[in-house]
Structures are given as C-alpha cells and as structure tokens.
C-alpha cells in the first residue's frame, strides 16, 4: 500500500514476495520486464530456514531511489534474520509510518546533502527516540561522521559496504552495539580525546560546572599572568576577572588559583 508520501508499507505477503531465491516461472510486467515468481513451497523454507519472526528486527528502508531501496530489501530479507517493515523515497521525511509499525531500526542512505541527513536524524531521533538509525552515507568524511554521531546515529556505513556488511551491521545494532569503520572509529577516540582536554569543553562544564569564560581563564592562571594582565586579554575589567576566580573557587573547592589549576589536572585537563 503506498502513502500520498511515496512511503509504502509492506503487506506479509508483499514481504513475501520479495523473498525470491530463483524463479520456477517467469511472467511479463507492465513495463515489458521479466518478473521472477516463486512457489509457495519455496517462501515457507525461506522464513523456516530464519529466525521466528516475533524475533526478527523491524527494518524500514529509506533510500533515494527506487532500485537502491528495492535492492537493500531484498537483501535484508533474503538473510531470513531481518524483517522489512516499509520502504521510503527520499522524499520529506515521515515519521508517521515508523510509530504506527513498531519499527526498530531505520536503514537510512544519505541524500547527498549533509543538512538534509541531519535533519532527518534529527527529526527521527526527537519524534521516534525509541528508533534505532543506521546510516548508508556517500563521503565517510570524518567531520560529517562526527556530525552524523552527535545527531543520534547508533550505527555509520560507507557506501561501498558489502551486502554482508549491511546485514550484519543491523544485527549489532539491534544488539545495542555501535557500528562504524575502524578508520571513523579512531576518529571517535580522537574527538572524545580533544574534548575531554581541551578549552572550553563540555565535559568540563559538566563535571567541574565551570562556565565556558571561567574555561578560558585556566590556562592563563596556569600560566601566571595576574588579574589585570587576564582582563586586557579579554577586554574585561579587573574586577570582573576577580569575580570569575571567586565563583571558579566556590564551585570546584579550591582555596586560590593555584588550586584552580591542580583541580583541573586531577581531573584529567591538559593545562
């Protein structure tokens, strides 16, 4: 049944349909093309030879053609683990069909375009949270992964993954089990790296409570210079800088600005 959306929801037996190993008789289509059907003999030993379906992950597949969409659910089904829920154009972005069908994962193939991937992460993640987001994307730039990551991805696949690669990707997933290439994943650990010493960070933030200004004061305590030189740094007056260290000293427990510094070391901060 296809939506006004261009979304279709598969039907078992449309799902079944797709389950076709090699054809017993061929029949002609509307377009002229050879069309492969299977037996009902041949169906029942592709879902007995898989998991039992109460089992199986739900999968929608969103992809911006129709043969790539076609090919990634034939793919995912002939595995006999995995169960195609729906299929979506790269059309605007619909999340009706993923509540309504108690999806679990979305098989989504970038667009091409980095904003229009993010939002529709960003879309799934805020109006379906409980969807898991496994995306296909064209560059495997390490700037966009680390994009695509803080938007809500659980999993990352370039586009020259094997059909393998996919469906076992889907698995871990479904296991609540991260997926990327070993490259983008050493990328990750460089990202958390730099985010955990650098200033200012939200790891600080979040474990020393300390504003992003008050951040950017530590290193120049470290360093020695004194109230006033701190305040042309930054264009503030002396008596605002001198406000700042007091809160910084409430908020950490340190008695003076030496104690600032040896605070934020202990906590792991390169200063």
């Given at each position: 049944?296809?939506?006004?959306?261009?979304?279709?929801?598969?039907?078992?037996?449309?799902?079944?349909?797709?389950?076709v190993?090699?054809?017993?008789?061929?029949r002609?289509?509307?377009?002229?093309?050879?069309?492969?059907?299977?037996t009902?003999?041949?169906?029942?030993s592709?879902?007995?030879?898989g998991l039992?379906?109460?089992?199986?992950?739900?999968?929608?597949?969103s992809?911006?053609n129709?043969?790539?969409?076609?090919?990634?659910?034939?793919?995912?089904?002939?595995?006999?683990?995995?169960?195609?829920?729906?299929?979506?154009?790269?059309?605007?972005?619909?999340t009706?069909?993923?509540l309504?069908?108690?999806?679990?994962?979305l098989?989504l193939?970038?667009?091409?375009?980095?904003?229009?991937d993010?939002?529709?992460?960003?879309t799934?993640?805020?109006a379906?949270?409980?969807?898991?987001?496994?995306?296909?994307?064209?560059?495997?730039?390490?700037?966009?992964?680390l994009?695509?990551?803080?938007?809500?991805?659980?999993?990352?696949?370039?586009?020259?993954?094997?059909?393998?690669?996919?469906?076992?990707?889907?698995?871990?997933?479904?296991?609540g089990?991260g997926?990327?290439?070993?490259?983008?994943?050493?990328a990750?650990?460089?990202?958390f790296?730099?985010?955990a010493?650098?200033?200012?960070?939200?790891?600080?933030?979040q474990?020393?409570g300390?504003?992003?200004?008050?951040?950017?004061l530590?290193?120049?305590?470290?360093?020695?210079?004194?109230?006033?030189?701190?305040?042309?740094?930054?264009?503030?007056?002396?008596?605002?800088?001198?406000?700042h260290?007091?809160?910084m000293k409430?908020?950490?427990?340190?008695?003076?600005?030496?104690?600032?510094v040896q605070?934020?070391?202990?906590?792991?901060?390169m200063?």
């Amino acid at each position: 049944m296809f939506t006004r959306r261009g979304s279709s929801i598969m039907s078992t037996a449309i799902r079944r349909s797709l389950q076709v190993s090699e054809p017993v008789r061929n029949r002609v289509n509307s377009n002229g093309a050879r069309q492969a059907n299977s037996t009902a003999g041949e169906n029942a030993s592709r879902e007995s030879s898989g998991l039992p379906r109460a089992l199986k992950p739900r999968v929608f597949v969103s992809a911006e053609n129709r043969l790539l969409k076609e090919a990634l659910s034939r793919m995912l089904i002939k595995s006999g683990e995995i169960e195609v829920i729906g299929t979506e154009a790269a059309e605007p972005f619909q999340t009706e069909d993923l509540l309504r069908e108690k999806v679990d994962i979305l098989l989504l193939s970038s667009r091409g375009s980095r904003d229009e991937d993010l939002a529709a992460i960003r879309t799934v993640r805020s109006a379906a949270p409980q969807v898991l987001i496994l995306l296909i994307d064209v560059a495997g730039d390490e700037t966009d992964f680390l994009q695509c990551i803080r938007a809500g991805v659980r999993g990352y696949l370039p586009r020259d993954a094997s059909s393998e690669d996919v469906v076992e990707s889907v698995r871990a997933v479904q296991a609540g089990k991260g997926v990327c290439p070993g490259t983008l994943c050493a990328a990750l650990f460089r990202y958390f790296e730099r985010e955990a010493t650098s200033f200012p960070s939200a790891s600080m933030r979040q474990r020393l409570g300390l504003t992003r200004r008050e951040q950017q004061l530590i290193p120049l305590i470290a360093e020695g210079l004194t109230n006033k030189e701190i305040a042309n740094r930054f264009c503030l007056s002396e008596q605002t800088v001198k406000n700042h260290l007091y809160r910084m000293k409430q908020k950490i427990g340190a008695e003076d600005r030496l104690g600032i510094v040896q605070v934020c070391r202990t906590q792991g901060f390169m200063i």
